[in-house]
């Protein structure tokens, strides 16, 4: 029997508009506000599209990062991830700025073989490594005007059944998954028929530790003093935290979710792939076995020094970068002009992110802050408009613990 969502992606815009509306009783208000949101660039990016989502976007300023300043546009829906992270990267920025470098920047990915003989396997990647690697680059010829394209393939050996064969690829300032992809298949192909192998899948790998940005940056401990403590004493508790966050599963996830908050929202702004960027940092923190912090924070003399390791696999061109316009305005606010300066200022991001959580967190404790910028979205959640905010902020400051009835009797007190 034919049902009313069968071929949905085949309809029109306005036929699954209109499904859509009546299926689930959309008001006119609502649809208004579908199509006020309606973008057709970007709706080309996705099957069965009905509008763009809009986020907040707004900017962190004073980041510097090797020597050179930057404005850092982020997306976020979460209200004092921006204050925070500004706040440490004012911090950071006191003295010589955040220092980043990329040993190496590799898209790796793998053609998984079933029951074949490791030693075989090995022997013929290791005589026709080159052939390998020319084939590979043949599947993507234009990769060579890019970057310098396949790079490494080796053997591991996963388990009696399956072998992994581990190519890397210089796909220039591309994120590269689609590249990889292509090359994969057809290694994949041109393996089977030489080894009489069946091949399981070829398939760029997420785990990014090719593409891995060390950042430190350090802060003087007496710019670090709080109303209760000096400043010694905030960066030894911030110490301790990052200690806590290397023993402990449970501190380590909400330690690396901080940082997370940063550079996802940066991410965004740039039009790139987030999943790619959280499932490449959190497979990295558990590299050792153990899940860990992603950062570490000791004091050293008179500074508090920060270090982080992080895989930042993303693409200054492709994806969604040159369909979304807003991605090349917020690459001009940050003044960024290659894969790897947007890789180290998303990996600065997180680490002047972690800071602040950290110091409100061993301080003030981490509502403080929050509430203070929450009471906006509480606000804007129970109904007060934009005219309203200040007069409802005012009375909700002055408030313990206020809730959503609390915003809604000061609202029926303004509206009498
Ligand atoms: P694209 O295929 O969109 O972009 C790469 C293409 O950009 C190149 O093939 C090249 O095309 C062109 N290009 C132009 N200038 C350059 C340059 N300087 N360096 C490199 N390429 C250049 O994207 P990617 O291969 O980067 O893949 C990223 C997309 O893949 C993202 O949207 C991601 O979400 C998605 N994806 C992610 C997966 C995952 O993470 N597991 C899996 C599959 C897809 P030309 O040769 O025509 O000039």
Redesign the pocket.
Known sequence: MENKWDHFYKKGYAQRLQLIADSVGLSDAQLQLIHQNEDHASGELVENNLTSYPLPEGVVTGLIVNGRRHLVPMVTEEPSVIAAASNGAKLLSAGEGIHCAIPEKLVSGQVIVKHAEIKAVSKFVETNRQQILNIANQS?P?ILK??RGAQKVAVRELSPTFLSIDLSVD?????????I?TMLEAISNWLSDQLHVETTMAI?S?FADEEVVEVTGQVAVDKLASRSLDGRQVAQRIADASEVAQLDVKRATTHNKGIMNGVDAAVIAFGN?WR?VESAAHAFAARQGPYKGLSTWQVVGDQLVGKMALPVPI?F????SKVLPLVAVNQQIAQIHHSQDEMQVIAAVGLAQNLAALKALVTDGIQKGHMALQLKSLALSNGATTQELPAVLAQLRQIANPNSQTVKEILKTIRR
């Open positions: 993507h234009s890019y970057g796909t220039g300032e591309a994120m590269g998954a689609n590249i992809n760029l997420n792939d790619a693409g061109v492709g994806g969604a």
